[in-house]
Every structure is written in structure tokens, then in C-alpha cells.
């Protein structure tokens, strides 16, 4: 095997690894949905509890992207390629972060019954959960269209975000007794918000690697 | 385009103009060294050089990077003209340095050398002192007068940033010395004469790291004073000391830009591929 091919083994190692991490993180943003909505404080535990293991594939990329940047020095392309690989997964681990983030609200919330329809922060939920999908496959498909198509939806997840606070803003000065699931909703609407500009982050990264250029996307 | 007040040859003031460079940066562009215009190079049959265009700046470093065999080596030599000592060597196409083509007929090789010295891949001291090594070129030029030779031996040697490591030794033999020291005792030499231009034909592939060092940080302090083009194998090499890079492959400048454009976004994807290592 030439030493080319033997890195861009590595690269498609790390690469495998990037997808593993996203895909935890997704799945454990999307538990940490189920948990609310369900009120299941058992999942919301465990998710805490398994938060290390998403660390762990962090650290992982990390080490061996910096192995490759010491070990092979590369430039150009094969250098953007580590960069972006490096702040995906910074950005992903984030995402695992704001699951956890939400999982501790479930906690705070507890059997509560909530004081208002929630329906709207679902649809963001489940919106950001596709925003993130499908800026995974771009980014392994390399696709930037795709990438930038996904990035447009963020405008949508702001105006839902938006709304969401406003209508809680709303309902503490009529129910202030409620103050605390109040602020708890407004914490999990938040950290919605923000896994939707991680995706928007990626589509920037990708568009960096392929055309070499920085682009701000939905900013 | 902006006006500036410059002084002339005659040292009068006078106005000029200089373009912009870059976004919304005010650069003056510097003069050319060495301009190639549809150079062509033979090795007998074999066409070596294939329309090389390429302004040289001055006070800059200009690296040449390629695969074996692709002309850089060739390339520099072309430029001080000692490609005309392989006999079955013909040309066409022009070179000017300084605005002069050092091929035409009426361009005396002694005085291109003068001008543009070399150092080159193995460090080539003569089996003399280290001051006679120094002081050869000038002895050649007619300077006999020693506290003159004393002089620019001291200013040579200070210049190749190697004076505190052999002033106490001036007389011993310059075979003496590491291979680095023996380097730098041949960029001295080439100081010696008071050049224009220093050509280096990969000049610390025989050296070890540290030396290697030695020999970037000084080109890296002589491009003050000198242009320098340089022909290296080592890619980190080129993108750590040079301005601009070019890239020649099986005869031609495939990509000619700043060493940060070459190494971060090059245009052709040929490039791309030889700095990443996946051919050559």
C-alpha cells in the first residue's frame, strides 16, 4: 500500500468515525425530544449518564486528526479536509451537549403537566433533527447545494423560535406561579435553536473545503 | 491607480503611478529581476523547457518546486547561464534580467555571474581557508588591498550569519567544518561578490535539520538585501520561506502565485496533486 493510499485510509477512518459521532448525537437529540414530550425522566437520566460516550468519539477524531496533521503535514485540500473534519465534530459533540442540556430540563420539569401546547417546539424538534440528517449526508456526499439548501431552513427554526419565546413571554406575565416550566420551555426552545446553527456551521465547513473560501450562511 | 513621488536615476523627484494589488491594499509593484518570455530549452532532442514565462520579483524569495526531471534545476541554471556548459544545449526565447536578454549576443557571462551567483546542493568549499574561500571572488575582481578583503570577508561571513562560529579559525581549512558551516562558508562566498541575485539549487538537502534551519532563517534575512530563487524538493521548505512558488512540471510552469495561494487553494488540480503528495 503507497503511503497516499495508507492516509487516505486514515482520513476515511476518521471520516467513519465523524459519521459515528453524528449519528449518536442525533439519536440522543432526538431521545431527549421523546423524553420531553413523554415525560420520561428514566431516558432524560440516561441520556445524562451516556453524554461521556459522545466525548469520547470527540476526543478520538481529534487525536487522530492531529496525528494525521503531524505525521503527513498535509496541505491544500488534504488540510481542509482535517480542519473541517476537526470543527464538525466540535460542533457535532455540541449537539450531544444541548440533548443533554434538554434531557436536564425533562429533569427540572418532572411529571409536571405542561401549561401550554407544546406543538410548536415539537415541529422545530423535528425540524432541526432533519436539518441535522441531511447536513450529515451533504457533508459525506460532499454535496454543497444540498448543504445550502439545508442552511436555508435555519431562518425557519429562528421565526419558530421566535414565536415559541414570545408566547411563553406572554403566558408568565398571566401565569406567573408557572415561572419555572416557563423558563425551563424557554431553555429547551433555546438549545433547539442553536443545534439548528451547528447544521448551518457544517454547511459553511463544507463549502469551505470544497471552494476553499469562507461563506456565511444564514447569519 | 495611485501617484506617488519617487526619486529617479538622476535622483530627481518625480511622479509615478503604481497599480493596486489585493483588496483595498495599496502595493507598489516591485521591479523584476528576472523576466522569461516564451523560453524554450533542448537537451539535444529533448526539449527540457517548454515557453517558460515568469517575472521574478526582486527582494523576494521565489521557490521552484516539481517532480525530477521536470526542469527546475535546468530552469535556474538557465539563469546565470551555466546551462551552456553542456555542449548540445540550444535555446530560444528570452530571459532578461534587469530588463536585458542574457542571451543575446552582446551579454558577457562574466558579467551575468557577478551579478547572480549560486549555491549549490552539496556544499562545495575550495581545499582552502575559510578567509581565501571568502575572499577568492573578490581577489578574482582585482581587489589585492587586504584590509578591504579583511573587510568583506568579515561582512560575507557576518551576512551568512556563520562569522561568531569561524572568526577565531579564519585560517584554518574550510574542509574542517560541518557540512551546515560549509554551507553557509558557500553563501558567503556568493556575498562575497556583491550579488543581485543568489540562485540555490536545493541547497540544505544535504543538511540535517538543524542546519537545515540555520540556512532557511538566512534566506529568509537575505531577501532584504537580494532576490532569491530557489529550487527545493522539500514542500514545507517552500511553503515556509518562500513569497512566491512556481510549480514546473515536464517542462512547463504549470502554476506560477503567491507560496500561500499555491499551498492552501491552488488553481490546477495537477498542482494540487504534486503538493499532496499523490504523484511525482
Known sequence: MSV?????????????????????????????????INKDLEKAQEIIDRDVEINKLEEAINDQVIKL??????????????????????DMERVGDYAVNIAKECLHIGKERFITSIELLEDMCFKTTMMLRQIVEAFIEENTTKAKEVAELDDQIDEMYGSMIKHLMRL?????????????????????????????????????????????LNN | MV??????????????????????????EKNTVFQSKNFNLWYGDHHALKDINLDIKENEVTAIIGPSGCGKSTYIKALNRMVELVPIVKTNGEVNYRGRNIFGSDYEVEELRTR??????????????????????PRIHGIKNKKILDEIVEKSLRGAAIWD?????????????????????????????????????????ALDPISTLKVEELVQELKDNYSIIIV????????????????????????????DKIFSTPRDQRTEDYISGRFG
Do not use: W
Not at chain 1, 77 to 90: C, E, G, H, M, Q
Open chain 1, 172 to 216: 408568565s406575565a398571566v401565569a406567573p406561579e408557572s415561572v419555572a416550566q416557563i423558563t425551563n420551555l424557554s431553555f429547551i426552545c433555546r438549545y433547539v435553536e442553536r443545534c439548528a446553527d451547528h447544521a448551518t456551521n457544517i454547511a459553511e465547513y463544507l463549502l469551505y473545503l470544497k471552494k476553499g473560501q469562507r461563506f456565511e
Open chain 1, 4 to 36: 497516499r493510499e495508507r492516509y487516505e485510509n486514515e482520513i476515511n477512518a476518521v471520516q467513519q468515525k465523524l459519521l459515528q459521532l453524528c449519528n449518536r448525537s442525533i439519536e440522543t437529540l432526538e431521545a431527549s425530544f421523546t423524553a420531553l
Open chain 2, 232 to 259: 527545493t524538493h522539500n514542500m514545507q521548505q517552500a511553503a515556509r520561506i518562500s513569497d512566491k512558488t512556481a510549480f514546473f512540471l515536464n517542462g512547463e510552469v504549470v502554476e506560477f502565485d503567491h507560496t
Open chain 2, 116 to 137: 547572480v551567483g549560486m549555491v549549490f546542493q552539496k556544499p562545495n568549499p575550495f581545499p582552502k581557508s575559510i578567509y581565501d574561500n571568502i575572499a577568492y571572488g
Open chain 2, 3 to 28: 501617484e506617488l513621488m519617487i526619486k529617479n536615476e538622476e535622483n530627481k523627484t518625480v511622479k509615478t503611478s503604481a497599480p493596486f494589488i489585493g483588496e483595498g491594499q495599496k502595493v507598489f
Open chain 1, 69 to 90: 496533521l503531524t505525521r503527513q503535514q498535509p496541505v491544500a485540500t488534504d488540510l481542509r479536509r482535517l480542519i473541517v473534519l476537526l470543527k464538525a465534530a466540535s
Open chain 2, 165 to 205: 562560529e569561524v572568526k577565531d579559525r579564519l585560517n584554518q581549512n574550510a574542509y574542517g567544518l560541518s557540512g551546515g558551516q560549509q554551507q553557509r562558508i558557500c553563501i558567503a562566498r556568493c556575498l562575497a561578490i556583491e550579488p543581485d541575485v543568489i540562485l540555490m539549487d536545493e541547497p540544505t538537502s
